[in-house]
């Protein structure tokens, strides 16, 4: 009984961790902030972890940025071959989202003072490089500086997005309206740049 009762504190203070993280940052989150929430003292979040380095690390894997990065790479080249495996690619996407909700939001938008500290900037540049390749030219300057804004306020949405769903079936909903509105903006902006009306 003992054991189980150690394995639900260390759930606890890791769920505590994640939701910390997730609001406050990294480095705006205090030891003692997570052993508040996870309604234990300081002193016993450290018998589970021995920093705050090692309780990151056990709340957002280290594999995390490239598993995220092979679901991104196979969703934007479904949508940029209009690929029939385009919903497939999108459900992988949003299922690894839904489980990984928190851990998301602090690779995304919370990861300042962590080894994930450039994530965002990289998952920006990302996109700008994947539109970009879909183009019979390079854009201009402001161009790219659009699609590094579009794609930075992408970013900056999801995160608040997974940040404020309260459940898988919110989660799922909140995405789901955001893509609607998102890729038909992005694929007029693509028509654009590439010259055209920017009516397709």
């Known amino acids: 009984m003992a054991q189980v009762l150690k394995q639900m504190v260390r759930e606890s203070i890791k769920q505590a961790a994640l939701k910390c993280f997730a609001h406050q940052g990294y480095r705006g ?14 002193a016993n979040v450290y018998r589970y972890f021995d920093s705050k380095a090692a309780l990151f690390d056990a709340v957002v894997p280290k594999d995390l940025p490239k598993r995220h990065d092979r679901l991104l790479e196979t969703r934007v080249s479904a949508l940029a071959s209009q ?3 385009r919903s497939t690619a999108a459900a992988e996407l949003l299922d690894f989202w839904v489980d990984n909700r928190l851990a998301v939001v602090i690779l995304l938008d919370r990861a300042a003072g962590t080894p994930h500290a450039d994530y ?23 161009h790219r500086e659009v699609l590094g804004l579009v794609f930075d306020n992408t970013r900056r949405a999801l995160a608040e ?10 989660t799922r909903a909140l995405i789901e309206a955001f893509w609607s509105y998102q890729l038909p903006g992005l694929a007029g902006l693509m028509a654009f740049i590439e010259g055209g009306d920017g009516q397709s």
């Open 29 to 42: 989150t205090p030891m003692a902030a997570i052993a508040a929430a996870a309604g234990t003292a300081p």
């Open 83 to 85: 690929s029939a495996e």
């Open 120 to 142: 965002p900037a990289r998952f920006v540049r990302r996109l700008v490089k994947d539109a970009e390749r879909t183009l019979p030219r390079p854009p201009s300057p402001a």
């Open 161 to 170: 997005m997974l940040r404020s769903a309260d459940d898988r079936d919110h």
